[in-house]
């Protein structure tokens, strides 16, 4: 469809190209049956006080009043984001225009109104308005995680008379599908529009880009809520304000999806400088493939000698290609030539049927009472169903039955039960691509001369995972014994209570990611946290484990009012710049922890008649102490490393070793830690970082202690302790006293059996020189 451009000026129309129309401010889009919406920024290219489109022959005029102008205005559409700033001082005129823009990505990219013309931009002001636009995925935008949903976000400032700031950000994720409800969640504080203290004026939710009262959206079953951290819109999949679509399938499986466009508005006011920021999005949101249950209706007349099937419902969108038969494959008007007839059936509620006459008489019709009748109809996009009719073809035309197949779950396992044909159990049963048999040790199999069973878990090695809601299937067939066409199938998927994330009081999350059936080719091994680095603890074919501390692994903090939000992300790593090979792969994980709470624990104790003593020995214990390279504590500083260079506020990552020694009964205490200028450990000025075992509570960026696990390195975990801090240096006056930094630690090594008695070890050792670097703060 051609969309033309009448400007209000009168010039020659423009023809609306899909780059044009994210850098002008329209959209548009059609649903199955040839609906067409288009949609236009009130800020965009062409638009006065009215906007002309012309659609093929139909002329198109329409004007609108809004209300007053918020201080911001973020309009996230389909194919562009768009911010307009208000301004008091007039910059339309040619002697203030814009002339140059600076993207910050976070590097700053400066270009000339033109070249941002050229790549797609487009920037303007008004007598009232600044207003930028871009489309989504250039070179200029980031994509950012805020309260664990994904934005894609640009910033840049303006230049006219003086530099204007711009922030506009579009969702890309945040979409959950549970217990078929879309469940949408939007942060509540976008930290890149809202900063300090706000409040929300305003909210509304919308579909289509227009708005819905409250009568509205509880008819259609919507819901508008908003939590400490996001606000959530949900959608019963299914509502009439969305259309189905035919998915890509395969393995004889009908899947749909169901396409919504939701739109939510926003007003938020800062409670101190009273600025209004009004976010409008709209948001098309497509669900993950739905199975559904595709009828098979046998007509079948014996005494008429023909044989009559209807499949349905279908889609508008699913079109017949070609019929397969036993000798050869036919289209739909090579069928119809040939005597057999293939049809369409239209409802009123928009699906259709296809009915497939084939006479007993046609020569693609076997005549054995043994053989099967096997027509395979393939719909496009990539859908292929058998139909199977089985007959004895004999003076009565006796029907031979069909086995079938019927499945449930509960919360642990699948429960398969299968009802023989007229033929008995003569049939190959095939669990995913497994052949059954009575000796698989995993599943529970009974049988006797009518039925037989089968009990599954859900964690079984022939199951798969799906991606909707994270649930597991099976996939069942019954094959025949002596050309394996199938007799008959069932998917059976079901949620069972798998849960990814924990989250523990010491600051230690694990995750669990499974390998699902959307992203076939993943290796659980090869995934990784946001720093690359971090790998799994361990893995296996179907899953990958992992282990890690919240102050490590690229985890982002954010702070609310009581909670603290930690997140972090397991994906597939691939090259920045280079589109990932196949789907990509993504599982955001989160803890919530209380800022401040209280525990109250009870314990009592029985007095001993005599205290239990061990035999004191002596010997030397070795002690060191070791800067690793980054938080994986793999790599670390070798004595002629040192001094070692850091930048201000980077991340120092300490390891304290008890080494020589195999005993698991001894474990190595931090007692204290301090930093000094030079060799003398009791020269001034110190400054403490750990003191009595604990952070020092006076500083302002309190030392982390990091967990210590087993592997191939750490034997005994008690004898490592690890502590990581900033790097900071001492200054007198605001002038830095020496580059150099000097850490000291005091060491306890104690025994478990010797709690309480005079026989722990005290060492004192020392790190190399550590020299502050005059670059930029890493952090």
């Known amino acids: 469809m051609l969309v033309f451009i009448f400007p209000p000026d009168g010039t020659q129309h423009i023809v609306l190209t899909p780059n044009l129309a994210a850098q002008c401010g329209y959209s548009m889009e059609s649903d199955p049956w040839g609906n067409t919406r288009i949609y236009s920024s009130l800020l965009g290219c062409y638009v006065d006080n009215q906007v002309c489109l012309n659609v093929v022959t139909h002329d198109v005029k329409q004007t609108c009043s809004y209300t007053r102008w918020a201080s911001r205005e973020i309009l996230c559409d389909r194919n562009y984001m768009e911010v307009a700033k208000g301004q008091t001082q007039d910059a339309s005129g ?16 400066s270009m000339v109104l033109r070249e941002a013309e050229q790549v797609g931009y487009a920037a303007m002001a008004t007598s009232t308005r600044l207003v930028m636009r871009s489309p989504y995925n250039t070179a200029e935008t980031t994509s950012e995680e805020v309260d664990g949903v994904s934005m894609e976000v640009f910033r840049v400032s303006a230049y006219y008379k003086a ?13 959950l599908f549970i217990n078929n409800v879309i469940s949408w969640h939007v942060p509540r504080r976008m930290t890149p529009l809202v900063d300090g203290s706000f409040e929300i004026r305003e909210m509304h939710m919308g579909i289509n880009g227009r708005r819905l009262d409250r009568s509205q959206m509880a008819a259609r079953g919507y819901t508008l ?13 299914g509502s009439p304000d969305g259309h189905y679509k035919v998915g890509k399938s395969s393995n004889y499986q009908y899947h749909i999806t169901y396409i919504v466009e939701p739109m939510l508005e926003v007003l938020w006011r800062t409670t101190v400088a009273h600025d209004d920021t009004r976010y409008k999005v709209l948001f098309p949101i497509t669900t993950p493939l739905i199975l559904q249950a595709l009828h098979i209706q046998e007509n ?53 049927s296809i009915s497939v006459l084939v006479s007993f008489d046609a020569d693609i019709v076997l005549k054995d009472a043994s053989e099967i009748i096997d027509a395979k109809c393939y719909l496009v996009p990539a859908y292929l169903l058998c139909i199977k009719c089985f007959s004895n073809i004999t003076a009565s035309l006796q029907d031979v039955e069909l086995p079938t197949i019927t499945g449930s779950c509960d ?17 190959k049963a095939m669990v995913g691509h497994q052949q059954l048999t009575p000796e698989m040790a995993d599943y529970q199999f009974q049988e006797n001369s009518t039925h037989f069973s089968l009990v599954l878990p859900y964690t079984a090695k022939d199951t798969t995972f799906e991606v909707y809601s994270l649930r597991a299937r ?36 694990t995750a669990t990611a499974v390998k699902v059936d959307s992203v076939t080719d993943i290796i659980p091994s090869r995934l990784t946290l946001k720093d690359q680095s971090c790998k799994p603890a361990f893995s296996g074919d179907r899953i990958a484990y992992f282990l890690f501390n919240v102050a490590s692994c690229g985890t982002t903090r954010t702070f ?40 109250t624990v009870g314990f009592g104790a029985n007095p001993r008649l005599y205290e239990p003593t061990a035999e004191i020995g002596s010997g030397q214990l070795m002690v060191q102490m070791r800067l690793a390279q980054d938080s994986s504590y793999t790599l670390f500083y070798q004595a002629e490393d040192y001094p070692v260079v850091k930048y201000l506020r980077q991340s120092l990552y300490f390891e304290v070793e008890l080494v020589e020694s195999t005993d698991p009964n001894l474990e190595l205490i931090l007692e204290s830690c301090w930093a000094t200028l030079d060799e003398d450990r009791t020269s001034l000025p110190s400054w403490d970082i750990i003191v009595d075992s604990c952070e020092n509570p006076d500083d302002s960026y309190v030392t982390i202690f990091h967990p210590v696990v087993s592997d191939a390195r750490v034997l005994v975990p008690s004898h490592i302790k690890r502590f990581s801090m900033k790097m900071f240096t001492f200054t007198k006056d605001k002038e830095v006293l020496k580059d150099e930094v000097k850490y000291e630690l005091c060491v306890l090594v104690t025994s478990h059996m010797q709690r309480g008695t005079d026989t722990i070890n005290q060492r004192q050792i020392s790190s190399g020189p550590i020299v502050l670097t005059s670059g930029q703060t890493s952090e």
């Open 474 to 509: 099976v996939d069942f067939f019954l094959l025949h014994t002596s050309n394996d066409w199938v007799l008959a199938d069932l998917f059976l998927s079901c949620n069972f209570p798998l849960t990814t994330t924990k989250c523990y009081p010491n600051g230690t999350m």
């Open 163 to 175: 530099p204007h700031g711009l922030v506009g950000l579009s969702l890309t994720g945040g979409v």
């Open 94 to 109: 040619a002697e203030h225009g814009i002339w140059k823009l600076t993207f910050y990505t976070p590097e700053p990219v």
């Open 300 to 352: 079948t007349i014996p005494d008429a000698r023909e044989f009559n099937v209807v499949l349905g419902p279908l889609l508008p969108d699913v079109v017949l290609r070609n019929i397969t038969f036993f000798t050869t494959v036919l289209t739909v008007e090579e069928s119809n030539a040939r005597g057999f007839t293939v049809q369409e059936h239209h409802y009123t509620n928009g699906t259709k």
């Open 225 to 237: 809520s908003a939590t400490d951290f996001h606000i959530i819109i949900e959608i019963p999949v």
């Open 560 to 599: 609310f009012d009581h909670y603290m939000l930690y997140e972090n992300e397991i994906a597939l790593p691939y090259n920045k710049g280079a589109s990932p090979v196949g789907p990509q792969y993504r599982q955001t994980i989160s803890c919530y922890y209380v800022v401040n709470e209280t525990q």
């Open 411 to 427: 919360q642990n396992q699948f429960y398969i039960s299968v009802k023989y044909g007229s033929q008995g159990n003569n049939f």
